[in-house]
């Protein structure tokens, strides 16, 4: 039976790690505006909640504590250094409105940033605020769609997505209130040029694209497939998901891109948190520039300072409370100074070997890749079909065995079209022995599967809870513990 | 090769496996067009010692001065063990819990964190987070719209006394989706409840305590919304909540959606991000509430455990027909907020709230001893309040700034006459030599 912090609350107990004078006068609000009963928060020792909380973090996998080759999010080590940079008191205690003549420090930093992913991806502008990825594909699809309402090109409805593409895609698309339409994938894992030439036309306002796609391989025919869509009057998406791959090697702007995001919680190293957060700052060329949102940062003989509306009329505008994750943006910051322009081409060069020997290594013990013809990129997918269908033993009972042997899992059933898929991505961050002792678990379990399937499709074992049941999740919905 | 662990034996034999001379060769399938073989405009990387150097210098730079300053962002006191523990590893490190079994802590902590949200709104559910306040606001409206299909219309009231961002923010984001805003006015800072026309409205925004720090009239508001059938959305500062009538009582049936920015609930201001938004609703619309929710369930031995439950509102399964795009959310702030939230309890939550309060009216009451300044509006409010100073506040910003203090927020723009007025704030931490101190730089000037 699991505590919840509400079993261990007692009326009156009280932590003291914040309390101020007590005994106010009356309070100046009208009685018709007040609570009349307290909210139910726990009531409990600051033993009690340091404990609790330090038990709970104990229950989670991370990368602090296991190796965590999860497919597209890029799980790579998150220095401290950069952490505690992030972390000194004049930026944390920096209010969002302080006017830019005391904010010239962290103006410096963010403005540095823009200037350097600008140089990353090569793009003629960068805006920092979108506060994760699909929040920068959200504005990318504004970005376009205010494009072509400036040419009066209002036929524009359309935005093309592959079938592999990460969900956020064509959820981005609705959004922004356009259509998803989607382009076939070939057998190699590229964008099949024929379904593409089908679903380009007039109405289209653009293509979501990740290269190194979702299958984990390098999209090849980019230059096609952007002669294409740009001959159509239509624009191209970079989602910058995979960025790791290419790091300082190729640019998404050099393949014509138009418009793209990173995902500073992947490519730059700053941590996940347990779900978020991050920052997908967008950058854009000369076409696209102006309709960036606000506000940015720009560098004038008088110093630091942002750029509204009042001299970006053009802009989508603002999307978030003040100025997006700062926090975040502070950390890639510090971590790309950390790497360098060498450090950055480390980067992706590591990520790809690790991927190949990781592929290499499982291949060779018989596993298949579901491209065994291409290289890997920073990751690679494997299909357990012909596993499943020999031992009943699904990606997902694999997924919940490799827990027992200490390793998160990959990614499973990403993407849809490759059955029984796992997602690897290894990271430039982890040794040669880690990536061993991953693929000796995976050769482990295979043969598990094929000499005992029950223990597999049973686990996992060793966790503090069995497989959990989803489906009554949804059934008896149990959302707050009151 | 910072963070990178391969020895040059390491590479050589990888190497060797994939029979491949060189790690260049991996990226052979690149047309070399498109290749690039430096980063010439970037510089060469530096040790951790002199990133810190280089970062403390900058954050030095940015001394801030004693914060007067509220409207959205608040300097709260944090206690020491919400850092603490939410920096540890496996908090920090993690990603969003999809393998619930290894995920235990962020589901269990995210359960709780929704039920503290309930309560605190008296609302049914919680989501685990959207970005801030603002971007949760447009999720809201979207929402309100899908929830209340009866009504064929896409109008959807805002209040001139929302805050100026999220306003900004709902507009770039929810206009894609055919909604028409639309302006309620206000009188004497708050929203003119009479002069509204409520026909063949979807939804009606309510914020509260509202920009200007004023306590609207939720509960006429929310009845008269209900009356012609549109949904009531209501955005407020969690940390209101420990004195305020909870959303979920406003009026004879309560807010249906509410939202805010998490800020307050033990998070640095930090420039204002990373912060987070949060999403509460009543059971009954919990199919279109969007982000992540977490879900109490059972092992096949019968031991609870926690989930993501409901994920066929989201992208990564219900893709162009998800609720949202949003799949990385703002978890790590939740995580902070949910151990300030412990560590306060209710008890703690009322006196801080009080104690915000009780310093700003000190402070305005202080203030306007001066024959100049005096209140903009003659109606209640919580911990922030509009001062008219009788002159242009900008050479006063300024004065003050140079002698670290920030203020308040200048409302040129933003109300009448607002060049000469600003929003001030004083929380918790502001003492009484702090109010002092900024009566004192105001009679010097
Ligand atoms: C390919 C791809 N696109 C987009 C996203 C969405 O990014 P975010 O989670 O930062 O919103 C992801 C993240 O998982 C991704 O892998």
Redesign the interface.
């Known amino acids: 039976m699991v505590e919840t912090i509400f079993d261990k609350s007692r009326p009156t107990r009280r932590a003291v790690a914040q309390r101020v004078k007590e005994g106010f006068a009356q309070q100046p609000l009208p009685e018709h505006q007040l609570r009349s009963a307290p909210p139910m928060l726990p009531e409990v020792s600051e033993l009690q909640a340091v404990r609790h909380f330090t038990n709970l973090a104990r229950k989670n996998f991370s990368i602090d504590t296991h190796f965590y080759p999860l497919g597209s999010c890029t799980m790579k080590y998150n220095p401290r250094g950069v952490h505690r940079a992030a972390m000194q008191e004049g930026f944390l205690n920096r209010h969002p409105l302080t006017p830019t003549s005391h904010s010239q420090g962290v103006l410096a930093c963010l403005f540095e940033l823009q200037e350097l992913l600008q140089n990353v991806t090569g793009t003629a502008q960068v805006c920092l605020t979108p506060m994760a990825g699909a929040q920068g594909e959200l504005t990318g699809a504004l970005m376009i769609k205010a494009y072509h309402t400036d040419n009066n090109d209002h036929e524009r409805t359309e935005i093309i997505v592959p079938t592999a593409a990460h969900g956020t895609n064509p959820a981005t698309a609705s959004m922004a209130g356009l259509i998803a339409k989607e382009v076939e994938v070939d057998a190699d894992g590229d964008v099949d040029l024929e379904s593409l030439k089908r679903v380009v036309g007039p109405k289209t306002a653009g293509i979501m694209l990740t290269n190194p796609s979702t299958c984990a391989v390098f999209e090849r025919r980019i230059q096609a497939i952007s002669d294409i869509v740009h001959d159509a009057g239509g624009l191209l998406y970079y989602d910058g998901a995979n960025l790791n791959a290419i790091l300082g090697r190729a640019r998404p702007g050099d393949m014509q891109f138009d418009v793209l995001h990173l995902n500073l919680h992947k490519t730059f190293a700053t941590p996940h948190g347990g779900g978020g957060p991050g920052a997908g700052p967008v950058g854009a060329n000369e076409l696209l520039a102006p309709y960036l949102p606000t506000p940015m940062v720009t560098k004038t003989e008088n110093g630091y300072g942002w750029l509204d509306r009042s001299v970006r009329p053009k802009s989508i505008g603002r999307l978030s409370s003040f100025m997006g994750n700062v926090g975040i943006l502070l950390r890639a910051y510090a971590y790309s100074m950390m790497l360098g322009a060498n450090g950055m081409r480390n980067v992706s060069a590591y990520a790809t070997l690790n991927a190949n020997y990781l592929m290499k290594r499982l291949s060779n013990a018989g596993f298949h890749p579901a491209y065994p013809d291409r290289r890997a990129t920073h990751e690679f997918a494997i299909s357990l079909r012909q596993e499943a269908k020999a031992t009943g033993v699904t990606a997902m009972d694999f997924a919940k065995r490799l827990l027992d042997y200490g390793f998160h899992a990959p990614t499973t059933y990403f993407p849809l079209l490759i059955p029984e898929c796992f997602l690897i991505e290894p990271t430039e961050t982890e040794t040669k022995e880690e990536l061993d002792a991953f693929a000796d678990a995976m050769i482990a379990i295979l043969k598990e599967a094929q000499t005992d399937p029950d223990l597999v499709k049973q686990a996992p074992h060793q966790q503090p809870v069995g497989r959990l049941d989803e489906v009554q999740a949804v059934r008896q919905l149990d959302v707050t513990a009151h | 090769?910072?963070?990178?662990?391969?020895t040059h034996a390491?590479?050589e034999?990888?190497?060797e496996?994939?029979g491949i001379a060189s790690?260049a060769d991996?990226?052979?399938?690149?047309?070399d067009?498109?290749?690039?073989d430096?980063?010439?405009?970037?510089?060469?990387?530096?040790?951790?010692m002199a990133?810190?150097h280089?970062?403390?210098?900058?954050?030095?730079?940015?001394?801030?001065?004693v914060?007067f300053?509220g409207?959205?962002?608040y300097?709260h006191?944090i206690?020491?063990?919400v850092?603490d523990?939410a920096?540890?590893?496996?908090?920090?490190?993690?990603?969003?819990?999809y393998?619930?079994?290894?995920?235990?802590?962020?589901l269990?902590?995210?359960?709780?964190f929704?039920?503290?949200l309930?309560?605190?709104t008296a609302m049914?559910?919680?989501n685990?987070?959207v970005?801030?306040?603002?971007?949760a606001l447009a999720e809201a409206i979207?929402m309100a719209v899908r929830v209340n299909r009866k009504s064929k219309s896409r109008r959807v009231l805002v209040p001139a006394s929302l805050?100026p961002?999220?306003l900004?923010?709902v507009?770039?984001?929810v206009t894609?989706?055919?909604i028409e805003l639309e302006l309620m006015t206000s009188h004497e800072g708050l929203t003119a409840v009479s002069d509204v026309d409520l026909e063949n409205a979807v939804a009606v925004v309510v914020q509260h305590p509202n920009f200007l720090g004023l306590?609207e009239d939720?509960?006429v508001l929310t009845n008269r919304a209900h009356d012609v059938d549109a949904l009531v959305i209501g955005v407020v500062n969690p940390m209101s909540?420990?004195?305020?009538?909870?959303p979920g009582?406003w009026g004879d049936t309560g807010a249906d959606i509410v939202c805010g920015?998490g800020q307050p609930l033990g998070i640095?201001?930090?420039?204002?991000?990373?912060?987070?938004g949060f999403l509460c609703t009543r059971?009954i619309h919990?199919r279109q509430l969007p982000g992540?929710?977490?879900?109490?369930?059972?092992?096949?031995?019968g031991?609870?455990?926690?989930?993501l439950?409901?994920q066929?509102r989201?992208?990564?399964?219900?893709?162009?027909?998800?609720t949202?795009?949003?799949?990385?959310?703002?978890?790590?702030?939740?995580?902070a907020a949910?151990?300030y939230?412990?560590?306060?309890?209710?008890?703690?939550?009322?006196?801080?709230a009080?104690?915000c309060?009780?310093n700003t009216?000190r402070l305005v009451d202080r203030l306007t001893e001066l024959p100049n300044v005096s209140m903009r509006f003659a109606t209640?409010y919580?911990h922030e309040c509009v001062l008219d100073f009788g002159e242009s506040t900008e050479a006063l910003?300024?004065r003050m700034?140079d002698n670290g203090i920030?203020p308040g927020?200048p409302l040129t723009g933003l109300i009448d006459k607002g060049d000469q007025a600003m929003l001030v704030c004083a929380t918790?931490v502001r003492t009484e030599q702090d109010i002092d101190r900024y009566y004192q730089e105001l009679t010097n000037g």
């Open positions: 090769m910072p963070f990178i662990p391969h390491d590479k034999s990888m190497l496996t994939l790690i991996l990226f052979d399938e690149i047309p067009r498109i290749k690039c430096s980063l010439p405009d970037i510089p060469d990387g530096i040790s951790e990133m810190l280089h970062m403390a210098h900058r954050a030095q730079e940015d001394a801030s001065g914060c300053l409207a959205g962002c300097d006191y206690p020491a063990a850092w523990i920096s540890r590893g496996e908090f920090l490190t993690a990603y969003t819990p393998q619930a079994e290894a995920s235990q802590g962020t269990q902590l995210v359960y709780e929704q039920t503290m309930a309560s605190l049914d559910v919680a685990a987070s970005y801030d306040g603002a971007s979207l805050h961002s999220y900004a923010t507009r770039s984001i894609h989706q055919g306590l939720v509960d909540l420990a004195l305020l009538k909870p009582d920015d640095p201001m930090a420039s204002g991000g990373p912060s987070f059971m919990v992540r929710i977490a879900g109490r369930t059972q092992d096949k031995d031991n609870h455990g926690f989930v439950t409901l066929a989201e992208q990564h399964i219900r893709r162009a027909k998800a949202s795009n949003i799949c990385t959310n703002q978890g790590l702030l939740v995580t949910t151990i939230m412990t560590l306060l309890g209710p008890q703690g939550l009322h006196e801080i009080s104690s309060v009780h009216h209640p919580f910003q300024q700034l920030l927020y918790e």
